[in-house]
């Protein structure tokens, strides 16, 4: 046995699976760093996959075509942020508490549209699979031809790409771009924001909106990019996972893309050893990723330092 599980540790399938199974959680986590940096609990990430992986699917199923399958898996998305900062920012609800009805809200959501596209006339049960175009895999050239590295990094879907990209795209934005100062001043100081003329409310609609639209993309990659169907309740905590991900990484792009590689890692080996029927229950399987987050958390990460207006709504002094 200790032979299979080395042999599968060492395997290239192991470790493209790697970065194929970090891709949902990358972007994610990275789409809501912004949010989260302008104060925003960004807590509601489970409900704006579930509503892309089902947008996706429902787009792609009814033009024929991925790419207008990706389209509304973000409009999906942007619109769950929309209503989300809509709560959370102008109104000033608890965000935990609107994060959490929203995701509850979109399990049940995101059956119904897809019932309801896909079996309009019986409205009950899709007796067989829907399967609806995916995205297919690019292989970059030349460097898809490289031994090993080619296969584990250059041949996969687009997505794949767009995600590691990201990370420093997300970089810079923080960090070298007046927008970039204006979220972490807005999520630190939304009063002295506000006094010098930024617009507390503006910024934190926005960056609520861009993680839905990258939440919804990483719903879609789990519909349309690792399969070509929906299944309930499909993104498995992916989101809550993501979430985890951008506190182990105290708000920094590199630190939260070292987060959702972790547990990619741990979701990738996980499967493959159930493939290899060992005597070890099914159910511990499924929970080691899960697992593994809890304890790098609570034993590496230290004390996490939340933006100074996180969770906290805003209101201009004197209103």
Known sequence: MLEQIVAVILSVELYTAVVRMTTPLLLAALGSILAERSGVVTFSMEAMMLLGAVGAIIGSGLT???WLGLCVAMLFGALVGLIYAVWAVSIGANQIVTSVALNLGALGLSSILYVMTFAPAKGEVIEQVIQVPSLPAWKIPLLGDIPVIGTVFFNQI????????LIPIIWF????????LKVRAVG???HAADTVGISVAGVR????????????????????????T????????????AYTAIVFGKWEPLGV???????????ALQLRLQAMNLAIPYQFMVAFPYLVTF????????KAVWPASYGMPFQREGK
């Open 230 to 241: 929906f299944q309930e309740g499909m993104s498995a905590g992916r989101g809550f996972i």
């Open 64 to 66: 024929g075509s991925a």
């Open 173 to 180: 934005i923080l960090y070298k771009t007046t927008w970039g």
């Open 295 to 302: 304890i790098t958390l609570v034993v590496f990460v230290g």
């Open 205 to 228: 609609y926005i960056s609520v909106v861009i993680s839905g639209i990258m939440s919804g993309l990483a719903g879609a990659f789990l519909s349309i990019g690792m399969l070509n």
């Open 188 to 190: 630190e100081h939304p």
């Open 257 to 267: 893309a070292l987060g959702t590689v972790l547990f990619g890692a741990a979701d």
């Open 158 to 165: 687009p997505i794949v790409y767009f995600g590691y990209l």
